[in-house]
């Protein structure tokens, strides 16, 4: 239960209470602090709001039983309010769909006609195509290369080639996310 402190306004409970006023016994559910400068306070929610609407919290009130509590504005938003939160909305779907895509593309696996399963995730994919092109411009036909299940080979250039174009196919083929 919480109390309205009547000197500040602020909401102790009863162990700050029992904290701010070490002298004085209260027990575990106390019925009336009044004595002391506190007064139940009921914390109830927000009051629920039609489509347009919004509620502000506002200063605690009194009740005529002597209970605090929250007052509640329902206010009507504008045209512009209501944009900007459908906005926003669409925004953070989107979000959770490119987070949702960004695991995806970081879980892709390949497995080439050799029978080589190569990791095709975004930095891979730069790690297959720096090695094709260091692999060609110096005329060397083969690099060793860990696979996705840590197992060493001696990958050629056309293996790694066709890695990075399943890789590739595999990203592009999730990459558009859909409505």
């Known amino acids: 239960m919480q109390f309205y402190r009547l000197r500040d306004g602020t909401l102790p409970n009863v162990h700050e ?28 929610p927000a009051p629920a709001v039609g489509e347009g609407q919004s509620v502000v919290r506002r200063a605690p009130k009194r009740s005529a039983q002597g209970v605090w509590d929250w007052t ?26 490119k987070a949702a895509r960004a695991a995806r593309v970081a879980g892709i696996q390949v497995k080439t006609k050799a029978g080589n399963a190569y990791d095709g995730d975004e930095v891979s994919q730069g790690r297959m195509a720096r ?49």
Do not use: H
Request: net charge negative.
């Open 131 to 179: 090695a094709i092109v260091a692999l060609q411009a110096a005329g060397v036909p083969s690099v060793r290369w860990v696979l996705a299940d840590n197992s060493v080979i001696s990958a050629t250039v056309a293996d790694l080639a066709e890695a990075l174009a399943l890789a590739g196919a595999a990203q592009a083929a999730m990459w558009v996310i859909q409505p």
């Open 72 to 97: 509640w504005d329902i206010v009507e938003r504008s045209e512009q309010e209501i944009e900007a939160e459908e906005c926003a909305r669409e925004e953070a779907k989107r979000e959770v769909a």
């Open 17 to 44: 209470i029992r904290q701010q006023n070490p002298g004085i016994g209260i027990p575990d559910t106390p019925d009336d602090l009044s004595m002391y400068g506190y007064e139940p306070f009921l914390d109830s």
